[in-house]
């Protein structure tokens, strides 16, 4: 059964990856790309950091661009490069392609709010507003999978990249709806799942499990049977704003042991609590089914 969803119903998105991290982003990616209520802005490669790579922002770049390959959509999503580092300090934007996309499509006369998934750091989105000040006036929901458990805090691996850059966004004015740590750890799912829905649909689901399975086996202390898809609550709830239990909390600013500082002085902030991962997963399963029936030849 086909269906129309109408221009006004669509979700306006923009999608910032650290694509070549691990192996959640990839899910994330291909999720929003075969949702038809999504009208995707642009994909915007990021950095990580360069703890585990020299190269991160061309590693998710290059990552980026083997998905939209793998999918034959090439030349179908603009695709921007954010910033090659984390800010240096709260006043100093990293200026990329990236940034300007976000500044570009924010400050476009259109009704309906633009959604942004930062799956990584926050560098792109706070020097957009650093750039552009204005934006924060805008109908912008930002949506961060980050930080560590409330109400304390303490490391976690988004965050540290980009201290920064998550201040600046926590203290200005605009729609943040966070995704702590402890929330999207909530998205365990097997092998013996993957094998049977994913990996037999495509060239992109074929991927995306070897990917999984080989990042997996280079290391005794990751998981021997299961994957935590991480990035997938961020599409989850785009789709459906409450894919989970949230409260609307005074936003906190980190100090540089990455815990939480609550003073109570700025906005509030939607944090999740909890996330369902089934209805996640079942719409990713679903919509990857969908799309190898219409445009994949089974030989």
Same mark, same amino acid.
């Given at each position: ?19 070549? /991290? ?70 100093? &934007? ?26 990584? &750091? ?11 000040? #204005? ?31 998550? /201040? ?64 997938? &609550? ?12 949230? #409260? ?10 990455? /815990? ?40």
């Amino acid at each position: 059964m086909e269906y129309v969803i109408p221009k006004e119903k669509k979700h306006r998105v923009i999608i910032n990856t650290d694509a070549k /991290n691990e192996v959640d982003d990839q899910f994330a990616i291909v999720h929003t790309i075969l949702s038809p209520s999504f009208e995707l802005h642009g994909i915007i490669p990021a950095h990580f950091g360069d703890q585990k790579s020299k190269t991160s922002l061309q590693d998710s770049y290059d990552e980026t661009m083997l998905l939209l390959s793998l999918m034959g959509m090439e030349n179908k999503f603009r695709v921007e490069n954010g910033a090659e580092s984390a800010m240096p300090d709260e006043e100093t &934007p990293i200026d990329s392609s990236g940034a300007r996309l976000i500044i570009e499509e924010a400050m476009k006369e259109d009704s309906r709010p633009l959604c942004i998934a930062f799956l990584g &750091p926050l560098t792109d989105m706070a020097s957009a507003l650093l750039i552009e000040p #204005r934006i924060a006036e805008k109908d912008i929901k930002v949506i961060w999978i980050g930080g560590r458990d409330w109400p304390s805090g303490g490391r976690e691996y988004n965050l540290s990249n980009d201290i920064y850059a998550a /201040n600046v966004i926590f203290k200005s004015n605009l729609e943040v709806w966070q995704i702590p740590r402890n929330v999207y750890r909530m998205m365990p799912v097997g092998y013996a799942e993957l094998i049977e829905k994913v990996y037999p649909h495509g060239k992109i689901g074929k991927y995306l499990i070897e990917q999984v399975i080989s990042f997996n086996n280079q290391s005794v202390s990751r998981p021997s049977e299961y994957r935590i898809l991480g990035d997938s &609550p961020a599409i989850g709830v785009i789709l459906f704003a409450d894919c989970g239990k949230w #409260r609307w909390k005074p936003a906190p600013v980190f100090d540089q042991n990455m /815990n939480y500082v609550h003073s109570g002085k700025y906005r509030p902030i939607k944090v999740y609590e909890s996330i369902d991962s089934r209805f996640i997963l079942e719409d990713f399963f679903a919509k990857l089914r969908q799309y190898c029936r219409k445009y994949v030849s089974h030989e």
